[in-house]
Each structure stands twice: as structure tokens, then as C-alpha cells.
């Protein structure tokens, strides 16, 4: 027998007063590994490729070898990427076995990556204050197997004393940031006040990316 994280759908997202630069989220695009911009090699030109791709001086140096123009490869992109910041400290842990702030943290975070991922998009999530270690990182990536790692992820959570708060996971992840500028989704509560952990302990100073 396997236990799962139950997830739901999402169907509608309610209207935000915002500022955006594209409304529609299926035309945002982001970079996926490293810039758009960047040159990934030289190829021989194909039909459908713009003119403006060819890469005349490299076209020049080969020329009497065939009359086939050089164009720039460059690399890919993707659909905007998104990050969720999921708080598992033990004061999420309140209530009934079936129905708590830690239930429904895993319940949305499943819902949101699985709305993300059905876009095609890249998805990368972190849990703080995970019982037994400093946190629980997915690495980003996209498709049904990434689905499958966070479910996994999310199965595995344990709350824990809250060692860490939002300004020190976002830094313990800020290389992953810096790269995607993913769209980011925090789950946690906001009814509650305690000493932030850096005060008392020294922040973590490893990062997983320069």
C-alpha cells in the first residue's frame, strides 16, 4: 500500500489587482539553464530559419567549401518557471490529523506544481524547518517525473522546530532564483510571531548554487 498527498485541481484563480507585464501566463516565457541570448554552436542553415540567424563571417571563412550558409544556434527557451517556499515548522502542525495548516500546505503546493508543470513549465521547490535536517530541496526541472519527485518530497515531510525563516531559505536558494526568476509562492502561516532563528543561530552559508 503507498500513501499520497491528496491534490486538488486548481479551477480558477481569483482576480489580483497587479501590476504585470504580460497578462496571459501561457505567453511568458523564461530561460531554461542558461541565457536565450547565449550562442550554443554553429550549424548549417535549414529551410524555415530567419535570414537574420546566418552568421556571415563564419559563412565567409568556409567559403568554396558548399554553398550552404552558417547560422547561430542558440539555446532554447521555456514557459516561465515557478517556486514554492513550503514553511513546516511544528506551529503548522495544529489541529486534527486530517485537517491542519500542514495538511493543506502539502495539499496546495501539490495542486500549484501540478498546475505549473501542465503548462510545461519548470518547477523548483524548497521546505524549511523540516524535522530531522535544515530542509528539503527539489531541484527544478519539469514534466510528469518532476511531479513525481515532489510528490515524493511532499509524502516524506515532517514538521520541525522552525530553525529557519523565509529570508534564510530564500538565500540558502538564491542561486536557483537569480537563474529562473521563477514566478514564487510562499505557504505558510501569517498569524505567527517568534524570534527569527538568525538571531539565535548563524545562518546557513552554503548555498547549492554560486
Not at 41 to 70: C, F, H, Q
Not at 106 to 123: D, M, N
Not at 138 to 159: C, I, N, V, W, Y
Request: glycine fraction near 8%; aromatic fraction near 8%.
Amino acid at each position: 500500500m503507498s500513501v499520497a498527498p491528496r491534490i486538488r485541481g486548481i479551477t480558477r484563480l481569483n482576480e489580483v489587482r497587479a501590476m504585470t507585464k504580460n497578462q496571459r501566463y501561457q505567453d511568458d516565457l523564461t530561460v531554461i539553464g542558461t541565457s536565450a541570448a547565449d550562442f550554443r554552436e554553429l550549424r548549417p542553415y535549414m529551410p524555415g530559419d530567419p535570414i537574420k540567424s546566418i552568421n556571415w563571417k563564419a559563412t565567409a571563412r568556409k567559403a568554396g567549401v558548399d554553398d550552404v550558409p552558417l547560422v547561430n544556434e542558440l539555446e532554447p527557451e521555456g514557459r516561465k518557471a515557478a517556486w514554492i517556499f513550503l514553511d513546516t515548522a511544528d506551529y503548522m502542525n495544529v489541529g486534527s490529523p486530517l485537517s491542519n495548516p500542514m495538511e493543506n500546505t502539502i495539499e496546495a503546493a501539490g495542486s500549484l506544481a501540478q498546475y505549473f508543470l501542465s503548462k510545461g513549465s519548470t518547477l523548483g521547490a524548497y521546505a524549511y524547518n523540516h524535522f530531522g535536517g535544515p530542509g528539503e530541496l527539489l531541484a527544478p526541472d519539469s514534466g510528469r517525473k518532476q511531479f513525481h519527485q515532489l510528490t515524493q518530497m511532499l509524502t516524506e515531510l515532517r514538521s520541525g522546530p522552525p530553525r529557519e525563516d523565509l529570508l534564510q531559505a530564500v538565500e540558502w536558494c538564491k542561486g536557483f532564483l537569480f537563474r529562473l526568476q521563477p514566478e514564487v509562492f510562499t505557504i505558510t502561516r501569517l498569524d505567527i510571531h517568534y524570534t527569527r532563528p538568525g538571531k539565535a543561530h548563524s545562518p546557513r552559508t552554503d548555498s547549492p548554487l554560486p
